[in-house]
């Protein structure tokens, strides 16, 4: 109580009327959630405005009014965005109930650029992209604002990406591995997994030891709600919430919102990279935000370019993925790697942002629909995914082990495709299709069970070792599991020291061998 | 066309000889009609009327709580740089004043600082 009465006798003692002028605008129309404001002659772009519905009021109607009949908290604060300054007014964007902004409103210039609550009280909360918990665990203390907006790190800031972002996926951290700052496009149709991959990775990092487990933004744009609720409730299942922030701007809130999530998560993460910490972003999906930043740039009558898209469509992904990095050891060493997600239709990755944002990203994953009707999952076609950071952002356990993997599956692969037109095939050539096969039933594996490294590494281990060549081809995805078992209950000394070492030692790989060889012994 | 012919209009506007101002509009009739622009004038008409719009919305007002403080509060917003005549009373104020003009607001009323005070509490 002591607290309360303190608090407020600093409020009434400051209650001085405001001191100098401020600069105000009128709004002159507004429509489509944009409004076009008269005066705010010194308005800076991406300035945040707010606008006054207490001005024209009397003092008990503006403290009174939340029985209106639109409801809501009143007096409702609506911030906007200024976005176009023209020569005669602004043009802003309305962050919030558009349909509470009537003509004729008083319209207040804040002095600041949209910026964003962050701190580390934000983790295991679900926020919009103005920082707003929407969890329903009440207000969030001791943070900070950021703006929402700002410049990458130069190169001198930067240091190389090398160490390794274990997804948990196999087939991933194999082939594609992915490193602490890099951007990794994931992209394919709908319901091909991609959502799953994203994940799947959230939840592989709590098997990382605290100190180095990166903190896990999740960015859902225009989603369904339920969709988003039934995501947050697996994490928090998982025991994933602990280490992650969801931030979430459902299909239904405005297009402003909507382009604006993936920079709030983006600012979010550069609060822990600065701390020199990690953290991962994922953007799910950038083209919708792409959708509702066209949707903005039209209603601001802006010149609409390709598909209708605004002329600085790049610019808005390239922006925001050149914020991922690794910093330097000057700046703190931390880093901030983003997964950003982009839907295709009908596989095609020639489309206007679908090659927008593979040029910006450092890789992609590419999953394919015909693989997940055929039964692989995770649907990843490795011909033409790829990870430009390679192998320096692997363990040496998983470089040893799967170097060869990729050319052997690309081999595979041609083989496969012309074995549909040939019957008659060498012996050689059947045992290097069978290889291939057993290859590809090894690196299947469910949604929500990402595996740790040390465990992908004595699998793939066995795989390229020939420790599955006895099985059929079909019989070796339960083999895997059962190797898997196997290792757990026999081998926890090898896996520890895999874990530990981060690579295979001649005495671990001596051990291995022969846990591998009890194993297949046990098989009949 | 349209606003260069309201740009010239608005330009006349500022004039103080009333004479040459009727003349010119006549003028500019008679050239409406001669060039086949009479069409025009709606459009003019339009943008005309949002910029008067627009000059009585940015024209200095100031108001006050209770009309003894309409000498205070003319002389505090002259110094703010808002020039008035005479303010308009507004009992909602609760005490003080405010003043506005060209976009810029002084509000010095217990009723902006009541409302401040509310939601730095509640929001």
């Known amino acids: 109580m002591q607290s309360i009465i303190e608090r407020i006798e600093k409020e009434i003692a400051a209650l001085a009327p405001v001191a100098g002028s401020e600069e105000v605008g009128i709004v002159r129309a507004t429509g489509d959630g944009i409004a076009e404001i008269d005066g705010l002659s010194h308005a800076v772009m991406s300035e945040m405005v707010l606008f006054d519905s207490t001005f024209d009021r009397t003092l008990e109607e503006a403290l009174n009014a939340s029985e209106s009949p639109t409801g809501g908290k009143d007096p409702e604060i609506i911030y906007g965005l200024v976005l176009n300054l023209e020569e005669d007014q602004v043009r802003v964007v309305i962050l919030g109930n558009a349909s509470k902004v009537r003509e004729g409103m008083l319209v207040r210039r804040l002095g600041r650029t949209l910026s964003i609550p962050v701190g580390d009280a934000l983790v295991g909360r679900v926020v919009n992209s103005l920082g707003e918990p929407v969890d329903g665990k009440g207000l969030i203390a001791k943070t900070t604002l950021k703006p929402i907006e700002r410049e990458a790190y130069g190169v001198i800031d930067r240091a190389p990406v090398n160490v390794p972002l274990h997804t948990g996926i196999k087939a991933i951290d194999a082939m594609i591995p992915i490193g602490r700052g890099q951007r990794e496009l994931i992209i394919g149709d709908r319901g091909t997994g991609k959502t799953a991959i994203a994940i799947d990775t959230i939840l592989n990092q709590k098997s990382e030891p605290e100190a180095t487990r990166p903190v896990c933004i999740y960015v859902a744009i225009g989603q369904k709600e339920s969709k988003t609720a039934k995501l947050v409730a697996e994490l928090e299942e998982k025991g994933a919430m602990s280490y992650t922030i969801v931030v979430t701007v459902p299909a239904s809130a405005p297009a402003a919102l909507q382009f604006l999530a993936p920079f709030a998560g983006a600012t979010i993460g550069e609060h822990f990279m600065e701390q020199g910490k990690d953290a991962l972003v994922v953007y799910d999906d950038l083209s919708k935000q792409a959708v509702a930043y066209r949707q903005m740039s039209l209603l601001l009558r802006r010149p609409p370019g390709r598909e209708a898209y605004p002329g600085d469509i790049f610019y808005l992904h390239s922006r925001l993925l050149e914020r991922a990095a690794k910093l330097s050891k000057e700046k703190g060493g931390g880093s901030l790697t983003a997964l950003p997600i982009i839907e295709t239709q009908e596989g095609d990755v020639s489309a206007y942002i679908p090659t927008n944002v593979i040029s910006i990203t450092d890789g992609q994953i590419f999953l394919q629909t015909d693989l997940f009707n055929k039964g692989q999952r995770p649907a990843i076609d490795v011909g033409i995914s790829v990870s430009r950071v390679g192998s320096s952002a692997q363990t040496k356990a998983m470089k040893k082990v799967s170097s060869k993997i990729k050319l052997e599956l690309a081999q595979f692969r041609e083989l496969e495709a012309f074995m549909q037109f040939s019957s008659d095939l060498d012996e050689g050539t059947k045992k290097q299709i069978d290889s291939g096969r057993r290859m590809t039933e090894v690196l299947k594996q469910n949604k929500g069970v990402p595996l740790p490294f040390e465990m992908e590494a004595a699998v793939i281990f066995a795989a390229t070792n020939g420790y599955f060549d006895g099985f059929d081809p079909e019989d070796t995805s339960a083999a895997e599991s059962k190797l898997r078992e196997f290792l757990m209950r026999e081998a926890g000394g090898a896996l520890l020291a895999i874990k530990e070492s981060k690579e295979i030692r001649e005495e671990t790989e001596k051990t291995l061998r022969e846990k591998l060889d009890a194993f297949t012994s046990r098989i009949p | ?123």
């Open chain 2, 1 to 123: 066309m349209e606003d260069e012919y309201t740009r010239i209009l608005t330009i006349l506007a500022e004039s103080d000889d009333a004479s040459a101002k009727e003349e010119t509009l006549r003028r500019l009739f008679v050239h409406l009609k001669s060039t086949g622009r009479i069409k025009l004038l709606p459009g003019i008409l339009k943008k005309l009327t949002a910029i008067e719009a627009r000059r009585l919305t940015q024209a200095p007002q100031v108001e006050v709580a209770h009309a003894g403080e309409s000498r205070m509060a003319l002389a505090e917003a002259a110094r703010e740089g808002i020039v008035a005549s005479h303010a308009r009373v507004n009992e909602s104020l609760i005490k003080g004043f405010r003043a506005r003009a060209d976009g810029k607001l002084v509000d010095r009323s217990a009723k902006r600082a009541l409302i401040d005070l509310y939601q730095n509490l509640t929001i």
